[in-house]
């Protein structure tokens, strides 16, 4: 099989059955979680920081924004307040989210040629473009995504605690995403490294 990378948004350092839809409305994924939360310390207020380069972009026309959004809401959920800068926040945190596609090597099927590849646009906040191989009975297994979160402590910036959360599905919506930061989350304070699968609600649509 070939493997292509459709898109990446990596704001940490680098961020396998993979679980999939557990129904139409929940998202199941292989979770790890690594580190040592302070014993007895509180979640606290947390603030998302951007890389330099990412930095310079604004808020409006950024493509992290909706991932941050997605983001948000997971920590939040988890019992995080949002601080309103950096300098207020008890932790800092760094996030990320990749979508990778597999296909079916076109060398594997002499009558690809004819057909000729299918030019895709990705979803919007990605910003990417992609190759894909044509419809019919050519089935490539569906995306993995993957997303990463790192808690540091704002005043030493000691790592604290990471997690990351892995699924398979073609959806890309922001929905998806904050499930999946959910699901990386839904272990803190305490750390699992051993793979697990957790399913995790979809958000309601507003």
Known sequence: MKRRQLGAV???????????????????????????????????????????????????????????????????????????????????????????RYDVSPWADPLWWRWGPRYWRGPAWTGQRFYSTPPGWRTAPPPDREVAVLLRDRATSVPLWEARAVSSGISTDVAVFQAMFSAALSDFPNAKPQAHDVTVTLPAKR
């Open 10 to 100: 990596a704001l940490a350092a680098s961020l396998a059955a993979l679980g999939g839809c557990a129904s139409l409305n929940q998202i199941s994924s292989e979770v790890s979680s690594f580190g040592q939360w302070p014993p007895g310390r509180p979640a606290g207020s947390y603030f998302i920081e951007r890389l330099p380069s990412q930095a310079a972009q604004s808020s409006a026309t950024s493509t992290l924004a909706p991932l941050e959004a997605a983001a948000h809401g997971a920590l939040q959920g988890a019992g995080f307040r949002q601080a309103p800068t950096l300098e207020a926040a008890d932790v800092v945190v760094q996030i990320g989210a990749r979508v990778t």
